[in-house]
């Protein structure tokens, strides 16, 4: 098996969009780990927007999870 031409394989991973939701899905959940081990005490402000901000982190998560699943 070879490897496209180092051109070739730039220009397919430019426009690759399942590796970007791949990479955007990899960071939500990242995030998404790090709200869950310290939640409620680092995030400041009243607990609705604190759960606002770990609902839409989530959210963001669970979505780039399905559109990267989508994509391939």
Known sequence: MQLLPKP?????????QSL???VAGFVF????????????????????QT???????FAGAFVARLLAAKED
């Open 8 to 16: 070739e394989r730039r220009r397919v991973l430019k426009k690759s």
């Open 20 to 22: 970007r939701w791949i």
């Open 29 to 48: 959940t990242v995030m998404e780990q790090v709200a869950g081990a310290v939640g409620y005490e680092l995030i400041p402000g009243p607990k609705w």
């Open 51 to 57: 759960s606002l901000i770990l609902g839409v982190i």
